[in-house]
Structure formats: C-alpha cells, structure tokens
C-alpha cells in the first residue's frame, strides 16, 4: 500500500484526474450522505462508473450496488463508512478519503481495503484544513466528555495529515509498533519517503 496526503480544495476535479489515472476497482469514502449520490453522479458524467452507497439506501437497493461493485459491472463506490465491513474484495487497487477520517484507527481499517491480493494499493487522503475547522465547530456542540475524546481522535488525523515523516511509520508507530521508514518493507510507499518535504528554518 502506498499512502499519499494531498491538501486541496478543489477536491472534485483531482479526484476524477486520480480514478482517470488508476485502473481497477475503487472505493471513494465520504461522511456525508449527500455526497456521496453528488461524487457517483460527478464521475458518470466523466465516463467512470460509479454508484453511490450509504446506510439510509432500503436492503436490497444496498445488496444490489454492493453485489455490482463486487461483480466489478461497477468500477467505483463512493460511500460513507457504513459500506466495508464483511466484505471482502481483494483486488480493490485504490481507497480514497474524501474528507479527514474521524480518527486514525477508522483510516487504517477503511485503507487496509486496498491491495489485499497482494498487488499494489493506492491510500490518499484529501486535506483542507477548512475541513479541520468544520470538524472542530460540529464537536463543539458535544457534550465535554465526548468533545474531549473528539478532539484528541481528530488532533492525531490532522498529525497524521501534516508529519513530514513516513506515514507508515507514523500510522505503525500509533499501534505501537516499529517500523524502518530506510530498510523496512514498502519504505518509499508514501509521498514524504519519496518526495521529501523541503525544511526550512523556522
């Protein structure tokens, strides 16, 4: 798997430049419902095709475009998280975000869903930090507890967004485990092993 990071605002366009260039099976992560119809209908227009997927479509109206996806009639799925779990399709060559992931575990388990054949997987995230600050209003309105544990979840997604380090590395080193961002196994899978941000002194 390979882990790329990219800040953007006009999301819409890059992400159609992105499917345009990686073939295969694909699935596109939104958290609005909304959106997800809007993303599906953006891309047919543009000759990909995709269907859209979320926890208020009826049973069988979920079955069937699951079941097409899987059956590869369809190419992309642009879903909120409730699409992913018990399924297994192992030639999913690239899972997008459109928006930060609300932690980092929720990232891990919905990117893991790429490359399971052990061919190549494309992870990318969008990252505006005007998302950040939407985020940080909506969790606002919780309840402290829950707003604390909100923060702190949405704080290690924006670290993750923003380290100039391996996101391998970083993402392992969050599950407590280690890993070689020089020697290890996929070292250069990741835009800032292969295109290291330029330092400057601050």
């Given at each position: ?22 073939k ?14 809007d ?25 069937i ?102 996101r ?35």
């Amino acid at each position: 798997l390979s882990f790329v990071v990219r800040r953007e605002e006009a999301k819409y366009p890059k992400l159609l430049e992105i499917v345009q260039k990686l073939k295969g099976s694909g699935i596109v992560y939104v958290r609005n419902r909304n959106k997800t119809k809007d993303i599906a209908e953006y891309l047919m227009q543009h000759n990909i095709k995709a269907d859209f997927y979320h926890a208020g479509l009826k049973t069988n109206e979920r079955s069937i475009k699951q079941d097409n996806w899987l059956k590869n009639k369809t190419q992309v799925i642009v879903c909120t998280n409730a699409f992913g779990m018990g399924i297994d399709k192992s030639d999913v060559r690239f899972v997008i975000h459109m928006d930060v992931p609300e932690s980092l575990e929720a990232y891990y388990q919905e990117a893991g869903r790429a490359g399971r054949d052990g061919g190549e997987g494309h992870c990318l995230a969008f990252y505006d930090p005007k998302d950040i600050e939407k985020l940080e209003k909506f969790l606002a309105q919780k309840p402290v507890s829950e707003r604390e544990i909100g923060l702190q979840l949405l704080n290690e997604v924006v670290g993750y967004a923003e380290t100039s380090m391996s996101r391998r590395q970083y993402i392992l080193y969050y599950f407590g485990e280690s890993f070689d961002p020089i020697n290890g196994d996929g070292a250069k899978m990741c835009d800032n092993s292969s295109n290291p941000p330029k330092l400057k002194d601050a």
